[in-house]
């Protein structure tokens, strides 16, 4: 196969990975989180400065943890969006001058897409184990991407051919864990805290209401439960009431609340009578719908990418949801989630998965047209 060196700027972790195929030979993240933790969220100039510091060291390890050379890499293949623009420049500006340097081809990816597959990298200690080698990828599958920017559905019935049946209409998922694990003071980024502590949490010590169920799309929305959490904890904090394991039962309720939301939608996918108009389940029908008799959807494999998805609650939630629907329609659909938790948060080695698909079908950018897209949608 290729070999391709890949970089990721878009956000707040500077990553270079070196990707064989959907093998990965190396993935070093640099992570940020220490430098915005006292400003609960990413600070751009800062991302900016550290991308510079911090990206040159993560190509030399990602190489030598390879054990490869310059000689031996393909192609370069770098995020051009969606992201925070200056940090999204550093690794542009870095691929253009390596690129040059070595004379290398340049693959544009999208960071959403990389998300979307990264289900579908494989672990280089499996190399030699044929079964693991070639995961047989049934299509048409749909890519759920939660992470702190997106949260969205995506239709997948070729690689390279997507259709986005649904998103978040305001904040992300993990937006909204941050934003509340914030209130709560658990640092930056909330969400792996937020999942330990709703371990801890006892069920149905508080409930909050269910977003987007009276809307019939298949789209999300998060603010909502971000500002009835807030009021409440503002609440709780007047009162003196805010003590652990209050703190536990929060954690527990925010995120089974936001975990619900996503099966709920998720459901109504599978359920649809016509997933390509976008067709939403009728509500009588799913009322009286009795074991065997759900609609056959086309969707062969869930992949499910992005920082949340390391969450094991979310997984069992899903993993529910698809024996519910088996018991009800016949048909089993996989689940798929990516090989380690690295995989799940912003990493260089998905953008590099997407890099190899792209290079067998012969996509490569000019350096000359190689810019920033911020708003860069699937
Ligand atoms: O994919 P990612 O690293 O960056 C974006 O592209 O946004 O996702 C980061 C998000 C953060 O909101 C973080 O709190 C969340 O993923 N996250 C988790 C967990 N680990 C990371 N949320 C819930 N449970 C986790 N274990
Ligand atoms: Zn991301």
Not at 132 to 156: D, M, Q, R, W, Y
Not at 302 to 313: F, K, T
Not at 341 to 368: P, T
Request: net charge positive.
């Amino acid at each position: 196969m290729n070999k391709i060196l890949a970089i990721d700027t878009s956000c707040d972790d500077s990553s270079a990975a070196i990707v064989d195929g959907q093998t990965v030979l190396s993935n070093v993240v640099a992570s940020q989180n220490q430098i915005h933790k006292e400003f609960g969220g990413v600070f751009p100039t800062l991302a900016k400065q550290a991308h510079k510091e911090n990206l040159e060291p993560a190509i030399h390890l990602a190489i030598k943890n390879a054990q490869i050379d310059w000689t031996k890499i393909d192609a370069i293949a770098i995020t051009v969006g969606p992201g925070l623009a200056p940090a999204l420049e550093v690794g542009i500006n870095k691929t253009k001058e390596l690129a040059l340097k070595y004379n290398k081809k340049i693959i544009a990816i999208n960071h959403i897409e990389a998300h979307a597959l990264s289900p579908l990298a494989i672990s280089k200690k499996l190399k030699n184990n044929e079964k693991k080698t070639n995961p047989t990828i049934k299509l048409p599958s749909l890519a759920v991407v939660i992470s702190g920017g997106h949260s969205e559905f995506i239709l997948i019935d070729k690689i390279g051919h997507y259709q986005k049946i649904g998103k978040t209409i305001d904040d992300a998922a993990g937006e909204c864990l941050d934003k509340v694990g914030r209130l709560l003071n658990l640092g930056y980024p909330a969400g792996p805290l937020m999942e330990k502590f709703a371990k801890k949490g006892r069920a149905g010590k508080f409930i909050f209401p269910k977003a987007m169920t009276s809307h019939d799309n298949f789209d999300l929305s998060f603010s909502g439960l971000k500002t009835s959490a807030r009021n409440l904890i503002e609440n709780l904090e007047k009162k003196n009431k805010l003590d652990k394991q209050t703190i536990y039962d929060l954690a527990l309720a925010l995120q089974e609340t936001v975990f619900e939301q996503i099966t709920y939608k998720l459901e109504r996918i599978l359920l649809s009578p016509n997933l390509m108009n976008r067709e939403y389940p009728k509500r009588d029908f799913l009322r009286h719908l009795k074991k065997g008799q759900a609609p056959l959807t086309e969707i062969n494999e869930i992949w499910l990418g992005g920082g949340v998805s390391a969450n094991i609650s979310l997984r069992k939630a899903i993993r529910k949801l698809l024996s519910k629907y088996y018991k009800l329609s016949g048909k089993k659909i996989e689940l798929k989630v990516p090989y380690s938790k690295k995989l799940c948060g912003d990493n260089a080695a998905m953008i590099g998965l997407v890099a190899g698909f792209k290079y067998s079908r012969g996509e490569f950018a000019n350096a000359k047209d190689l810019d920033r897209k911020p708003n860069f949608e699937i």
